[in-house]
């Protein structure tokens, strides 16, 4: 099993921080996102972790000393993360893929999954967010933008190797036609869901949050602070 964390963002949206510091580097709870996000695959055994870069990758550097793997995508400015991706495509199979701007409350990461999985967790007031349907069982069969209060993607994925062999030939497909620039790499799943074999795996509301912007960023450290209040 192996972990490819995604980091080549910009993060204009958490300008001033990011004018000097990757996003997925911004400290939180007193540990980088990322550097939590590490702590927590190696506990539950991924030694093998991949990190793409993009803006500020020299910031990066430091984390090959701790058995990190770099690779860098020098079109971070000019596509999302499906060309991201696209670099790794070849790593992809019994991978965890985590997007690295996430801070990780809990450690919700699966020893051995058992299928591919998307963790979601219900959030309330969301706007235009990856919202997940699926069965009674947990089987995802469709993958919609949404407002409102929704079991949402929390960029956390778990992909079995017979998922991510589908998962790459479609990506190699759409990125030969070249017309994959609005394209974020969610999109080959949502298109080719009955091809796959993917369930939700549900997580605590606040076991996860995504941090794009200031204001995001200072809802999860009062989030903290107040969690913190009540264990001591």
């Known amino acids: 099993m192996n972990a490819i964390l995604l980091a080549a963002g910009m993060g204009t949206r958490l300008r001033p921080i990011t004018n000097t510091t990757p996003k997925s580097l911004i400290v939180v709870n007193e540990e980088p996102l990322l550097e939590r996000q590490i702590k927590f695959l190696r506990a539950v055994g991924v030694e093998?972790?991949?990190?793409?870069?993009?803006?500020?990758?020299?910031?990066f550097a430091y984390l090959k000393e701790r058995g990190i793997t770099l690779i860098h995508n020098d079109k971070y400015d000019k596509y999302n993360n499906i060309y991201t991706m696209y670099l790794v495509k070849d790593l992809l199979g019994d991978s965890y893929v985590i997007d690295a701007d996430v801070y990780l409350h809990r450690n919700v990461l699966l020893e051995k999954p058992a299928t591919s999985?998307?963790?979601?967790g219900c959030k309330k007031n969301v706007q235009q967010e990856w919202k997940l349907h699926f069965s009674d069982d947990h089987k995802v069969f469709d993958i919609s933008v949404a407002d409102g209060e929704h079991y949402i993607m929390s960029g956390v994925s778990y992909w079995t190797q017979q998922d991510a062999d589908i998962i790459v030939d479609k990506l190699q497909s759409v990125v030969d036609r070249g017309s994959f620039g609005e394209l974020y790499w969610d999109n080959i799943v949502k298109d080719n869901l009955p091809y796959l074999n993917v369930y939700a795996q549900k997580i605590g509301e606040n076991d996860w949050f995504e941090i794009d912007s200031v204001d995001e960023l200072r809802q999860v450290?009062?989030?903290i602070q107040q969690?913190?209040?009540?264990?001591?």
């Open 48 to 59: 093998d972790i991949f990190v793409v870069t993009g803006y500020l990758a020299e910031k």
């Open 117 to 120: 999985l998307y963790f979601t």
């Open 221 to 223: 450290q009062n989030f």
């Open 227 to 232: 969690h913190n209040d009540i264990q001591s």
